[in-house]
C-alpha cells in the first residue's frame, strides 16, 4: 500500500461546478497535512494547510478525518484557472520528511 | 524577491557525465530538499538537509550526491552511476519547526535534465 494515494483522475467538471477529491495516507502517526496545486511543467505550489478543524479559504475547503485517515479538497464553482493537477502531502512525524501523493487532475471545462 | 532559485532550467547530459543542478534560497530556511518528478508521478525524495554541512539520503538516493556547505545552497550532482536521469528535479526549503507545528514547504521552479 502507498504511503499517500490519490485518485490520479482526471476529474473533467463544467465550470460553476463543486469537486471534491479525497487523498487516505497510510501511518496514522502522520500529524501535518497539506494541498499542493501543480501546474504543467511547473513547481508545486501551497494551496493549503489542512487542520483537525477543517478550514476554508475562499472557494477552497480542506478537512481531515484521523479516524478514517483521510484528508479532502472541496472546490466550489469551478474556475477554468482551477485546472491543474492537486498534490496531496503528508508530514508523518516530527523530522522535515514529507510524503507526496502522484496528484488528482482536474480538467474545468467551459 | 525572497524565494529558491533552480538553475539551469533545461539541461542535457550525455550519457556518462556528471552534471550539477543549482539551488539557492534567500529565505534563510533550515531545511533544504532535491526531490525527482517523472511524469504523470508524484514527487520522490532524492536527498534533504536540516542544517549545514549535514545532509541525509531520502528514498531515491542512489546515483546522486549533494553538499550542504552554506545555509543559502544545495547543489545536486547527478552521476553517471544514476541509470535513468531524465525527469523533473524540483529543490525546495522550508523554514525551522518544532514538531506539531507543521511544515511548509516551498519550491524552485525546477530543472529539467534529459539524457541525450
Known amino acids: 500500500r502507498k504511503e499517500v494515494e490519490q485518485d490520479p483522475g482526471p476529474f473533467n467538471v463544467p465550470e460553476g461546478a463543486t469537486v471534491a477529491f479525497n487523498c487516505t495516507y497510510s501511518n496514522s502517526a502522520s500529524q501535518s497535512f497539506f494541498w499542493y496545486r501543480q501546474d504543467c511543467r511547473k513547481e508545486p505550489k501551497l494551496l493549503m494547510s489542512?487542520?483537525?478543524s477543517g478550514n476554508e479559504d475562499g472557494r477552497f475547503t480542506a478537512q481531515l478525518n484521523r479516524a478514517s485517515q483521510y484528508i479532502s479538497l472541496l472546490i466550489r464553482d469551478s474556475k477554468l484557472s482551477d485546472s491543474a493537477t492537486y498534490l496531496c502531502?503528508?508530514?508523518?512525524?516530527?523530522?522535515?520528511?514529507?510524503?507526496f501523493g502522484s496528484g488528482t487532475r482536474l480538467l474545468v471545462r467551459p | 524577491d525572497g524565494g529558491i532559485t533552480q538553475s539551469p532550467k533545461y539541461l542535457f547530459r550525455k550519457e556518462g557525465q556528471n552534471v550539477t543542478l543549482s539551488c539557492e534560497q534567500n529565505l534563510n530556511h533550515d531545511a533544504m530538499y532535491w526531490y525527482r518528478q517523472d511524469p504523470g508521478q508524484g514527487l520522490r525524495l532524492i536527498y534533504y538537509s536540516q542544517i549545514v554541512n549535514d545532509f541525509q539520503k531520502g528514498d531515491i538516493a542512489e546515483g546522486y550526491s549533494v553538499s550542504r556547505e552554506k545555509k543559502e545552497s544545495f547543489p545536486l550532482t547527478v552521476t553517471s552511476a544514476q541509470k535513468n536521469p531524465t525527469a523533473f528535479y524540483l529543490c525546495a526549503s522550508s523554514p525551522r519547526h518544532g514538531q506539531y507545528s507543521g511544515n511548509t514547504i516551498y519550491f524552485g521552479e525546477g530543472s529539467w535534465l534529459t539524457v541525450v
Open positions: 489542512v487542520y483537525s
Open positions: 502531502v503528508v508530514n508523518e512525524d516530527s523530522s522535515y520528511k514529507l510524503i
